[in-house]
């Protein structure tokens, strides 16, 4: 993809969730730029766009990445992808969020690096598996609430944002029932944390947002197919 072709995805999005989300619910939506995969120089270029906050899925990926663009001293990193014990002080010492978390454990030791890297309220949501589908990690929807309530007991440090969702696979083929749940995980997101919602990617950001979500989460709208990449 060429600058001039991120240029235009950009600002395409940038605008469209722009007006949607005036028309809709008259706030703010953040964009978060899911950059996984796709390099440091287009990531400086989204930048140069007025980019600032990215999305990262990879630790080590996103340790070289922020350790390559230190001198954009007002860059977000957020972390969205799957978690591993072993790579969480890797995650917080890089990433100003993880949008991720699924697990007590993995809570207590975000809290414990958060605490090492002098980082106070260290920002989490919680990510949701709306259907229990086994590929997925995530919360189930009905045991959201007893888990936040725990993990606030257990980790004061963290700052819980609210929930995070990527819908259940089949969801991609029948977009029409996914509002539905997006206006569960809504009214859900209100009763946790600071009760904010990340929901939406380039495939359904408009429903996303109908559905009152405050941040969308997009990829390939702004940065066009991920090159192949083999998981670390
Ligand atoms: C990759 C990814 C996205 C972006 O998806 P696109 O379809 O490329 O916009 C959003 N959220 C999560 C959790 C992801 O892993």
């Known amino acids: 993809m060429t600058s001039e072709s991120l240029k235009t995805q950009y600002q395409q999005v940038r605008n469209q969730v722009q007006q949607l989300a005036q028309q809709v619910q008259n706030h703010r939506v953040q964009i978060l730029a899911v950059s996984k995969v796709h390099s440091t120089a287009k990531i400086r270029e989204a930048y140069a766009l007025g980019a600032r906050?990215?999305?990262e899925n990879y630790a080590q990926e996103l340790a070289s990445k922020a350790e390559e663009l230190s001198d954009l001293t007002d860059i977000r990193w957020s972390y969205?992808?799957?978690i591993q014990s072993n790579k969480i002080r890797l995650i917080v010492e890089h990433a100003n969020e993880i949008q991720s978390l699924a697990s007590l454990k993995h809570g207590k030791l975000i809290a414990k690096a958060a605490d090492e890297f002098n980082k106070p309220n260290?920002?989490?949501f919680i990510a949701v598996n709306a259907e229990g589908e086994?590929?997925?990690?995530?919360i189930p929807?009905?045991?959201v609430s007893p888990f936040v309530t725990e993990l606030e007991a257990h980790c004061p440090s963290l700052e819980v944002?609210?929930?995070m969702c990527i819908p259940p696979r089949h969801y991609q083929d029948s977009?029409?029932?996914?509002p539905e749940l997006y206006r569960e995980l809504r009214n859900l997101a209100n009763k946790v944390g600071q009760g904010r919602l990340s929901l939406g990617m380039s495939g359904d950001l408009r429903i996303a947002i109908e559905a009152g979500t405050d941040l969308v989460r997009i990829g390939t709208a702004i940065f066009g197919e991920r090159p192949q990449k083999a998981r670390q």
């Open 53 to 55: 906050y990215f999305g």
């Open 80 to 82: 969205i992808g799957h």
């Open 122 to 124: 260290y920002p989490v």
């Open 134 to 138: 086994a590929s997925k990690n995530g």
């Open 141 to 143: 929807l009905d045991q």
């Open 161 to 163: 944002q609210g929930l």
């Open 175 to 178: 977009l029409e029932k996914v």
